[in-house]
C-alpha cells in the first residue's frame, strides 16, 4: 500500500516535516535528506524550549538580553558574569544567591537565568517562596505531598524568588527546609532575598533548622550582593521627569 508523505511521516512521529519539506531547497540528495531532518530537529527544539518555559511557572518572561548591568552589582572571586551567563553553575550543580533591597533586579537577573536554562534543555521550577511553602502544607495537608515534591524533584534548576519577604510558622520552615536541602549537591538552586544571612532567623524562627538551611545553601554557591536603589522607582521618577511641567503640575 502506497503511503502519503504525512502518512509517513506521522507513522515516523516526524511531526513537522510533512508541513515545511516543500520549503527547504534542493540541490543535491543529502543535502536535501540533511537540511530537511535539520527543520526537524529545528522544530522539536523550539516546542521542548516552550514546554520547558510553561513548566517552569515563571511569573513573568524576562530575558538576559533585556537586563540592566549595573555596577551596583557586588561579584564574588568565584564567578563573573560571562560564566554566570554561560550557566557554569548549573553544570557544576552550584547555587546562586542574590542578595538586595528590592526592586534591584534580583528576579529579573534569576527569571532570566532560568529561561536561558529552559533553552538549553534543562528542568526548571521557579517559585515565590510564600507561595511555595504555602502549596507544600496544602499538600501535606491533603496527603499530596509526595507527588509535590517528586514534581519538584525532576527539574534541574530550583528559583526561590523573594525568600524573607513572609514569615513561616514552624511546619512551613521545615518543609522548606527539606526542599532545599533535597537538593544539596544534586541541582542547583537560585535564592532571591532582601535579607541578609543573619536575619533570615526572622523568617524561620527557628536557629538551628536556619543554621542547617544557610549551611546547605551557602556550600558550592556565588554570592552576589545588589546595592543601590529601586530599578522600578528610578524609572518611575525619569518618566515623570520626562513629563512637560504643565502635565506634572495637573
Not at 114 to 139: N, T, W
Not at 199 to 224: E, K, M
Amino acid at each position: 500500500m502506497k503511503m502519503d508523505v504525512k502518512e509517513i511521516c506521522k507513522a515516523l512521529h516526524l511531526a513537522y516535516i510533512a508541513d515545511r519539506f516543500e520549503e527547504v531547497a534542493y540541490e543535491t540528495k543529502e543535502q536535501f535528506l540533511r537540511d530537511v531532518l535539520a527543520l526537524e530537529l529545528s522544530f522539536r527544539q523550539k516546542a521542548k524550549q516552550a514546554r520547558l518555559i510553561k513548566k517552569a511557572k515563571f511569573r513573568e518572561l524576562k530575558w538576559l538580553k533585556d537586563y540592566e548591568w549595573s555596577d551596583q552589582i557586588h561579584w564574588p572571586t568565584t564567578t563573573s558574569k560571562e560564566e554566570l551567563c554561560d550557566l557554569r553553575f548549573l553544570e557544576q550543580k552550584q547555587n546562586v544567591l542574590l542578595f538586595g533591597s528590592p526592586g534591584t533586579g534580583k528576579t529579573h537577573l534569576a527569571t532570566a537565568l532560568g529561561l536561558k536554562a529552559c533553552e538549553r534543555g534543562h528542568e526548571v521550577r521557579f517559585f515565590r517562596v510564600a507561595d511555595l511553602v504555602a502549596q507544600l502544607e496544602e499538600a501535606l495537608k491533603d496527603g499530596t505531598l509526595g507527588r509535590l515534591k517528586r514534581q519538584i524533584d525532576t527539574c534541574e534548576l530550583l528559583i526561590l524568588d523573594e525568600l524573607g519577604y513572609v514569615p513561616f510558622q514552624k511546619q512551613g520552615s521545615e518543609l522548606l527546609f527539606h526542599i532545599i536541602a533535597d537538593c544539596y549537591e544534586r541541582k542547583s538552586v537560585i535564592v532571591t532575598s532582601n535579607l541578609e544571612f543573619g536575619q533570615w532567623n526572622r523568617v524561620f524562627g527557628d536557629n538551628r533548622l536556619t543554621a542547617a538551611l544557610v549551611d546547605r545553601l551557602v556550600h558550592h554557591a556565588h554570592i552576589l550582593a545588589f546595592t543601590g536603589e529601586s530599578y522600578r522607582l528610578r524609572h518611575a521618577l525619569s518618566a515623570v521627569q520626562s513629563l512637560p511641567s504643565r502635565s506634572v503640575e495637573r
